[in-house]
Nanobody, 123 residues
């Protein structure tokens, strides 16, 4: 069982930045691919970004490409989502998720999920 915990959410003005973190205290994340997803009010959860177990491959939704960066520090057992040039439409609860080794973009491909962290972008 992998228990994930997100942090770093908050309220930010449009154009600002936030960095989300995802970690686990019980197991190492080094053998897991990690994904970030988000769910806005009244909308379905959607893919944001993913990174494979080594950090050598990353994937992004078109809506965040060029603004968001996913990275990982396996020594710190932490995955990050750096969010720049935030827009009002980025407002959502952001979730991190884990699956073995290979990154994926589908919700159903992930085995473990965190509880989410709220990101609110004011216009």
């Amino acid at each position: 069982q992998v228990q994930l915990e997100e942090s770093g959410g908050g309220l930010v003005q449009a154009g600002g930045s936030l960095r989300l973190s995802c970690t686990t205290s019980r197991r190492t994340l080094s053998s897991y691919a990690m994904g970030w997803f988000r769910q806005a009010p009244g909308k379905e959860r959607e893919f944001v970004a993913a990174i494979n177990w080594s950090g050598g491959s990353t994937y992004y939704a078109d809506s965040v490409k060029g603004r968001f960066t996913i990275s990982r520090d396996n020594a710190k057992n932490t995955v990050y989502l750096q969010m720049n040039s935030l827009k009002f439409e980025d407002t959502a609860v952001y979730y991190c998720a884990a699956r073995p080794f290979v990154a994926a973009t589908r919700i159903a491909d992930y085995d473990y999920w965190g509880q989410g962290t709220q990101v609110t972008v004011s216009s």
